[in-house]
């Protein structure tokens, strides 16, 4: 088993930052690769960033390109989201998760085996 958890939301002005972490443990961890998602109040959970472990290669949405930068520690087993520029519809509870295979689109919530339990993230106008 994976245990992943999130840390770092909270309330923020627009314009504001806030960096997430999402920490790794359990099982001897290797992932595949490492995302964030995001879901708003009545809407889809929608794909955020992602990063591949070997490599360290990364996506975004183009939603947030340019604004977040997504990370890692290889080290703490951890994954960072950087949040700059921070907009009101940026506000949704986040939540990282792992890929422990290649099994589908890293942008597609199917690919992934494990989930963190969310932070809430609220960017006030």
């Known amino acids: 088993q994976v245990q992943l958890v999130e840390s770092g939301g909270g309330l923020v002005q627009a314009g504001g930052s806030l960096r997430l972490s999402c920490a790794a443990s359990?099982?001897?961890?290797?992932?595949?690769?490492m995302g964030w998602f995001r879901q708003a109040p009545g809407k889809e959970r929608e794909f955020v960033a992602a990063l591949w472990w070997s490599t360290g290669s990364t996506v975004y949405a183009d939603s947030v390109k340019g604004r977040f930068t997504i990370s890692r520690d290889n080290a703490k087993n951890t994954v960072y989201l950087q949040m700059n520029s921070l907009k009101p519809e940026d506000t949704a509870v986040y939540s990282c998760a792992a890929a422990l295979t290649a099994r589908g689109s890293v942008d597609r919530s199917y690919a992934y085996d494990y989930w963190g339990q969310g932070t809430q993230v609220t960017v006030s106008s």
């Open positions: 359990g099982r001897t961890f290797s992932s595949y690769a």
